[in-house]
């Protein structure tokens, strides 16, 4: 089992930023090779892909056409932290966010919700204009 912890919400005004983060504790070190990755979900609206980022020494990263360019997802390996460094926040960013888990990922991280295994609780971000 892998648990994973979100935090680092909270809000700001438009055109701020903010740092998420995501602890990662459980059986990690078992996989080899796996991909995290950042989701979020405003109400009412169904859960979507961020970013990810494959976690082995290649680290390629790939993001949603809506946050390119204003947020970066990172990880410190050793401590098996994940971030989300996301700048130049709007209003439209407001939701929760997830971090999650694929321990078995294909060539490339996917971006499909339903091939994540393992998930935060969530850490809200509310972004006012």
């Known amino acids: 089992q892998v648990q994973l912890a979100e935090s680092g919400g909270g809000s700001v005004q438009a055109g701020g930023s903010l740092r998420l983060s995501c602890a990662a504790s459980?059986?990690?070190?078992?996989?080899?090779?796996?991909?995290m990755g950042w989701f979020r979900q405003a109400p009412g609206k169904e859960r979507e892909w961020v970013a990810s980022?494959?976690?082995?020494?290649?680290?390629?990263?790939s993001y949603a056409d809506s946050v390119k360019g204003r947020f970066t997802i990172s990880q410190e390996n050793a401590k098996k932290i994940l971030y989300l460094q996301m700048n130049s926040l709007k209003p439209e960013d407001t939701a929760m966010y997830f971090c999650?888990?694929?321990?078995?990922?294909?060539?490339?991280?996917?971006?499909?919700?339903?091939?994540?295994?393992?998930w935060g609780q969530g850490t809200q971000v509310t972004v006012s204009s």
């Open positions: 999650a888990a694929d321990p078995y990922p294909g060539y490339y991280c996917a971006t499909d919700v339903n091939r994540y295994n393992y």
């Open positions: 459980g059986a990690v070190s078992i996989y080899s090779r796996y991909c």
């Open positions: 980022i494959d976690i082995d020494s290649d680290g390629r990263s």
